[in-house]
Structures are given as structure tokens and as C-alpha cells.
């Protein structure tokens, strides 16, 4: 795994990447962290920064762990890892260890936070904004309708917006 600049995320088709490979996050430190699937998120400019958005729904287990860590990664394994996402994406860390059961292995970056080594792309950041979806401001209805009011216990997102501050690559 080696650093990248951020000019390397202009090789990316980011849309798909995130919407069709999709993505781990994952938050906590060697010792203690969790992770997660994601197809929905972005990588775009606010604030004079290259950031990226995630969202997140309270009840994920990762989410206590993205409240709590100042940093977050988002990892791309590729479409070879799809069992990984699948398992990932469908299995809370609240019942599993998910690194154990699928095999993923977790490599540190130098602010400390975790990675894997089957990432082909990992795009590290810093908490800089959390917000929630309100029902009240969806000015499109049927998406409410659809994404929230017609999942039992589906609740709103928590939308995290992080600053990228490190680009790792494994080619
Ligand atoms: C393809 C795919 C994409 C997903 N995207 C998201 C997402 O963007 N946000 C979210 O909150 N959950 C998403 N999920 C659901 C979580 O990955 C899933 O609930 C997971 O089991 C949560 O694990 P945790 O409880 O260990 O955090 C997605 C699941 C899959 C399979």
C-alpha cells in the first residue's frame, strides 16, 4: 500500500465505483473498529476541500463507531472481493467478527486508522460535518416513501461530510 495524490482520484469513475463496486467504511483503530458496506456516498469540493459524503443510518453498529473516531476510510476492494462486500453489507459487526469470518486483513495507515490489504483504493479522511435527513425536507416525497417510511424501522440517515486527507493505492 502506497500513498497517491489526490489527482489519482481523476482515474476513478467515482459514481460507479461507489455505486457499483462499492465501497467498506470503516471506522475505529487496529485494536477496536468496524465496518461496513456502502453504495450510496460521494467525493466532490466543499469548503475549499476535496471531500468525500457518506450516509449512514443510526442503527448500523459502524455508526457508533464513526461518532466516536475522528477519522474514517472508505476502501475499494474491487469486484474480486464481492463475497466480502455481500457479507459486510448484510451481518452486523454486533454479532460477528467481521475481519475473522470473511478473511479481510486489516493494515493501520499512519494516522492510525484501519484499512485492508485487500483495498485496492482507500481514501482516508476527517469528520468535518454530520447532519441528519429530515422527512420535512425531502422535496421529493415518493424518495421518503420509499426509502424510509416503507422500511420497518428503516430511520434517516446521518450524512457525514470528511475532508480527504490521504489517498492510498495498492498497484
Ligand atoms: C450494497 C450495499 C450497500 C449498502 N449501503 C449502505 C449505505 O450507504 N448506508 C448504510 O447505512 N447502510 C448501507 N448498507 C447496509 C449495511 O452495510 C448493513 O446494514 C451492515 O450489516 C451494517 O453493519 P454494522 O451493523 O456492522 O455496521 C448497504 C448494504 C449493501 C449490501
Not at 65 to 76: D, I, M
Request: hydrophobic residues 35%; neutral net charge.
Amino acid at each position: 500500500m502506497k500513498k497517491a495524490d489526490i489527482a489519482r482520484l481523476g482515474k476513478e469513475d467515482v459514481i460507479k465505483a461507489i455505486g457499483k463496486e462499492w465501497m467498506l467504511v470503516t471506522a475505529g483503530t487496529p485494536d477496536k473498529f468496524n465496518t461496513m458496506t456502502a453504495s450510496w456516498g460521494g467525493v466532490g469540493y466543499l469548503w475549499n476541500k476535496a471531500v468525500a459524503f457518506v450516509f449512514i443510518r443510526p442503527e448500523r453498529y459502524t455508526h457508533e463507531f464513526v461518532e466516536n473516531n475522528e477519522r474514517l476510510t472508505l476502501a475499494f476492494l474491487g469486484n474480486e472481493n464481492r463475497e466480502i462486500l455481500n457479507f459486510c453489507g448484510t451481518k452486523s459487526g454486533r454479532d460477528c467478527n467481521k475481519a475473522k469470518e470473511t478473511g479481510l486483513s486489516p493494515v493501520a495507515t499512519e494516522t492510525g486508522n484501519v484499512t485492508f490489504s485487500q483495498a485496492r483504493l482507500t481514501l482516508e479522511g476527517r469528520k468535518l460535518y454530520r447532519g441528519k435527513f429530515n422527512a420535512e425536507d425531502f422535496l421529493d416525497k415518493t424518495l421518503f416513501e420509499r426509502w424510509y417510511n416503507d422500511q420497518p424501522g428503516g430511520t434517516l440517515h446521518t450524512v457525514y461530510v470528511v475532508e480527504i486527507e490521504n489517498i492510498y493505492v495498492n498497484d
